[in-house]
Every structure is written in C-alpha cells, then in structure tokens.
C-alpha cells in the first residue's frame, strides 16, 4: 500500500524522492536475504522533475531487478548506483552472483520484458548483461 500512495503523490515526482525511495527499499528488501547492499548515490542529488509514470517504472524496473537477484542469482552483494549526466542519469544495479543464461528462461516468465517494457515506456533504455 505504501508504495501505491508513493507512486501517485505528486510531490514525490523528482528524481531526489525516486532515489530516496529506491534506497529506502532496496535496504529493507535485502536486509534479511543474506545480500549485502552498497549504495553509490552522489552527495548532493538535485531535485530534477519527474512525471509520475517515469518514477514509478524506474522503481518497478528496480525492484523486479532485485526481486530477480534474490530469487535466481546466488548473489551475495548487490550495488546499486545512481549516475548524473548532464541531460541524463542512470541507476546501475549490479551483483556478484551466477549471472544469468538467457537461452534458459522460461519462456512464461516475465520479468526481464516487463522491465524492457516499462523503461520503453517512458523513452529510456535498458541494458541487461550477464557475464
């Protein structure tokens, strides 16, 4: 429910709040995973306007990601990043774990389009890569 109230709140719609909220989550839902979690965010995050349909895909995109490493990965780190540019910014998220095998998922699955789908969705980009 928390999160529902926080998607429509307009006063959240700033890229400050969205990686506020991001680390308030991520810590909370990887606390008891067994996953450590280091954060890399810029001292000083400005308060750059978001509409309320980007935030809320740039975190479902972020929590399916850390949902697929807690369910799949063997991960025991996870780094999230969050990267200023000056017409753009990025979250990085990466971790140590198995990587993944994309001619093995199942084909009913489907977080890694749903994440392409919502980030296509608000006209940004996606890169998933395994190593």
Not at 12 to 32: G, K, P, R, T, V
Request: charged fraction near 25%; include cysteine.
């Amino acid at each position: 429910m928390d999160e529902i109230v926080w998607a429509i709140n307009p006063k959240n719609d700033s890229l400050d709040n969205l990686a506020a909220y991001i680390l308030q989550f991520a810590q909370e839902y990887l606390e008891n995973t067994g996953i450590d979690s280091r954060f890399d965010f810029p001292e000083s995050i400005p308060q750059i306007p978001l509409q309320s349909d980007v935030r809320h895909n740039i975190f479902l995109t972020v929590k399916e990601s850390l949902n697929n490493i807690v369910k799949h990965s063997g991960a025991t780190e996870v780094c999230i990043e969050l990267k200023l540019y000056s017409h753009k910014f990025e979250f990085i998220i990466k971790d140590n774990g198995k990587g993944i095998n994309f001619d093995q998922i199942d084909r009913f699955s489907n977080g890694l389009n749903n994440m392409r789908k919502r980030i296509e969705e608000i006209n940004g980009s996606i890169l998933i890569e395994s190593d």
